[in-house]
């Protein structure tokens, strides 16, 4: 048969056919939003056929809508986009001055920040990068894991570097250079704080297993141990099934620096959940936990971790090749995005302005004025609509975009050249990253690639909370079909639990869920 016949006989067929699909779509989508538990809150949706170009389904697609964490797809696309996939990170180490015969170096060590995000046990022997489905920041909930192994990997390579290259005891001080830019303060979801220097997301991770009955001690595991934090363990195991009321409320800063944490509170009988101290100085953390691992190395260190403070002006004619006594390079940028996506680190995507302040718009000060500036001019030469946009962060704290905006940005995200770098990235549903207990078992498991989003606020009238969730990405059909979407629900009511069968959060994801998997049954 003649091939224009035929493409103009599939052309017809899809022409006949996409009514009767965006029909049967818009059926299932008013079925879920007549649910009682959306009553209140407003949903809204887009759902674009990118084959054939042309909207299949629309439901308050001009409206602005909480995005959450939906955000990091721009964030990560205008990364790969401005820095590009192999963008890698550099940590150097130089020493200020000479190693004697004995191997004493007459000065400092300095580790030179450079914001690079994973500096912890992601890294793995094949240069990806490592990752738990519940991501340790998100802390608190039966879900959440931390990855195993040693945080302090990548201190520890660069003290073994440091012995190779010959020094055996440091006369001056161990001091980390975060003068990139200064500490910008916690993020606004999971509260790490945005700084050059990020040791294990800027975490410590406690692990608390609760006795065999109420009334026992819990039991606490602490990762990393640096002098930088010790832990008062307080707590108490609580009644089977009840919530948690683990908290951390005394954080006593000592004269040296260090600090003292008291862990309250009670946990139910069961499993043992992951907690993590927010570490408030990231430049004192790190310097006392490259301390541990220079000491581990059989370097002796002779002046407390944070005894001496920090002169950049002084040591920068220093970081010369001939003082360069160890350095660590990252995986690529593509590797970090695919882990920002898959768990929604919110400190990784929080990073990301400033790269592009520092690395494109060669910022010296007014880093995210400069980065939106960069993302502004890359979305707009884009040729996207920003008026369905509004964003002043990386992770999403405080973020709106229209679910058209979203779908015309994914249309456009989906035929650059680094596409494949964020579509990889993606949480697949049903089978890993924020999606991997979402939608299990149905058809279209494993067929969704997207980026959650979820954001609450506390509700004290009815001892609940307000629910922002969001899901955007592409769907690929079992015929091979192209699908952008992106969907949105606001302000629902409801329950936080640490059992995801009780969480209202939850809820409203598998919905979401619920709603791409019903246009893939549809297409």
């Avoid at 008062?232 to 000592?254: F, M, Q, R, W, Y």
């Avoid at 995507?349 to 910022?363: D, E, G, S, T």
């Avoid at 606001?490 to 009780?502: F, I, L, T």
């Amino acid at each position: 048969m003649n091939l224009a016949l035929v493409l103009t006989f599939a052309t017809a067929l899809l022409s006949q056919a996409a009514p009767a699909q965006s029909s049967s779509i818009a059926s299932a989508m008013r079925g879920i939003v007549a649910r009682p538990q959306f009553a209140h809150a407003i949903v809204a949706a887009e759902v674009y056929d990118l084959d054939a170009k042309r909207p299949l389904y629309t439901r308050n697609a001009d409206v602005l809508m909480e995005a959450a964490s939906t955000t990091k797809l721009l964030t990560t696309g205008t990364s790969l986009a401005l820095l590009g996939p192999a963008f890698r990170w550099t940590t150097p180490v130089y020493r200020t001055g000479p190693i004697d015969s004995r191997g004493v170096l007459h000065g400092d060590l300095v580790l030179v920040a450079g914001a690079d995000p994973n500096l912890s046990q992601r890294m793995r022997s094949d240069g990806t990068l490592a990752f738990e489905n519940e991501d340790h920041s998100y802390d608190g909930n039966y879900d959440t894991k931390a990855l195993p192994g040693d945080p302090l990997a990548v201190l520890r390579d660069l003290a073994a570097q440091v012995a190779r290259a010959g020094v055996k005891q440091i006369d001056g001080a161990v001091t980390i250079d975060t003068s990139l830019f200064a500490d910008q303060g916690p993020e606004g979801g999971t509260g790490a704080i945005v700084s050059s220097i990020v040791v294990n997301d800027n975490l410590v991770d406690l692990t608390l297993t609760p006795g065999a009955k109420a009334g026992d001690p819990v039991a606490i595991a602490i990762s990393p141990q640096t002098p930088y934090v010790t832990f008062v363990n307080a707590a108490t195991t609580g009644a089977p099934k009840s919530e948690p009321t683990i908290d951390l409320p005394s954080d006593k800063t000592n004269a040296d620096g260090s600090h003292t944490v008291t862990i309250t509170g009670a946990m139910p009988v069961g499993k043992a959940i992951l907690y993590s101290y927010r570490v408030p100085e990231p430049q004192r953390f790190a310097q006392a936990a490259f301390v541990v691992a220079l000491r581990d190395a059989g370097v002796t260190v002779r002046t407390p971790s944070g005894a001496a403070p920090f002169n950049h002006d002084a040591v920068v004619p220093s970081y010369v090749p001939a003082n360069l006594v160890a350095r660590h390079q990252s995986p690529p940028l593509s590797e970090d995005v695919y882990v920002t996506l898959k768990v929604s680190d919110n400190l990784h995507a929080a990073l990301m302005p400033y790269l592009w302040a520092i690395y494109v718009a060669q910022a010296k000060s007014g880093f995210l004025k400069a980065a939106f500036a960069c993302e502004r001019a890359l979305l707009s030469n884009a040729g996207l609509d920003l008026r369905g946009a509004s964003q002043q962060d990386g992770l999403g704290t405080s973020a709106f975009f229209t679910p058209r905006f979203m779908v015309s940005y994914l249309a456009w995200a989906s035929r650059q050249a680094w596409f494949s770098s964020l579509e990889r990235g993606l949480p697949i549903m049903g089978v890993d990253g924020t999606l991997f207990n979402i939608q299990n078992g149905v058809p279209a498991a494993g067929h969704v690639r997207a980026k959650t989003g979820t954001w609450t606020s506390g509700n004290s009238l009815d001892d609940g909370e307000l629910v922002t969730k969001g899901l955007a990405g592409y769907i690929t059909t079992s015929h091979g079909r192209h699908v952008a979407f992106a969907f949105y629900i606001n302000r629902m009511a409801g329950k936080p639990s640490v059992d995801s069968s009780r969480d209202a959060a939850h809820y409203a994801g598998q919905t979401l869920g619920e709603m791409a998997s019903d246009v893939y049954d549809a297409l």
